[in-house]
Nanobody
């Protein structure tokens, strides 16, 4: 049993910064890739950033210059640093992880509950 718990969302003014955190807990054997997604009402959930177990990162092209993903493997935590925020960044942000709960087991996909980020103009 694995849980991903997000924190750090809230209201921020345009141009400001925010750092989201997502901590994995429970029966964790290993964590492979971690990622952040976001979703607004009526839209599909879109990938914001992804980081491999080795620390290689991938970003949505439109966000690469403002967002940065990182991870702390000792804390089973992934972060999303968001800078120069715009009102269009307003969304529910979800963390995602490919996690094995037992040694040599397959990786399962887990989602956090989501955290609201609202950017005011």
């Amino acid at each position: 049993q694995v849980q991903l718990v997000e924190s750090g969302g809230g209201l921020v003014q345009a141009g400001g910064s925010l750092r989201l955190s997502c901590a994995a807990s429970g029966s964790i054997s290993s964590i492979s890739d971690l990622a952040w997604y976001r979703q607004t009402p009526g839209n599909q959930r879109e990938l914001v950033a992804r980081i491999t177990h080795n620390g290689w990162t991938t970003y949505a092209d439109s966000l690469k210059d403002r967002f940065s993903i990182s991870r702390d493997n000792a804390k089973n935590t992934v972060y999303l640093q968001m800078n120069s925020l715009k009102p269009e960044d307003t969304a529910v942000y979800y963390c995602w992880g490919a996690i094995a709960t037992r040694p040599n087991a397959m990786l399962n996909a887990y989602w956090g509950q989501g955290t609201q980020v609202t950017v005011s103009s």
